[in-house]
């Protein structure tokens, strides 16, 4: 599946922003999707994850209660809604995909399919 990401930016703190991300090629229900992120200088982090069906989602305990991930399989498209941004979420986020049931998925290698990232700056 290929995957592109997309609604990335800049904000101030408190702001909101939210990411798409654009699978083609496979049955996109078929995808437990994920978002990650990498900050300057740091490795790449979980930050949220999302089942086939969208019924199941888990998050990092940095970003509950602020950003929620959604997903609409007729557009093949997962999303990614972030409030009360602060300057410490400021990364490039990453989509990735996994041909699977499996629905808890954390780690990075578990993922088959990355998109290209999208910046997101968040200022003081």
């Known amino acids: 599946v290929q995957l592109v990401e997309s609604g990335g930016g800049s904000v101030q703190t408190g702001g909101s922003l939210r990411l798409s991300c654009a699978a083609s090629?496979?049955?996109?229900?078929?995808?437990?999707m994920g978002w990650f992120r990498q900050a300057p200088g740091k490795e790449r982090e979980f930050v949220v994850g999302?089942?086939?069906?969208?019924?199941?989602?888990y998050y990092a305990d940095s970003v509950k209660g602020r950003f929620t991930i959604g997903r609409d399989n007729a557009k093949n498209t997962v999303y990614l809604q972030m409030n009360y941004l602060k300057p410490e979420d400021t990364a490039v986020y990453y989509c990735?995909?996994?041909?699977?049931?499996?629905?808890?998925?954390?780690?990075?290698?578990?993922?088959?399919?990355w998109g290209q990232g999208t910046q997101v700056t968040i200022s003081p």
């Open positions: 090629g496979s049955t996109f229900s078929n995808f437990a």
């Open positions: 990735a995909a996994r041909y699977t049931v499996t629905w808890y998925l954390p780690k990075e290698s578990e993922y088959d399919s």
């Open positions: 999302i089942s086939g069906s969208g019924g199941k989602t």
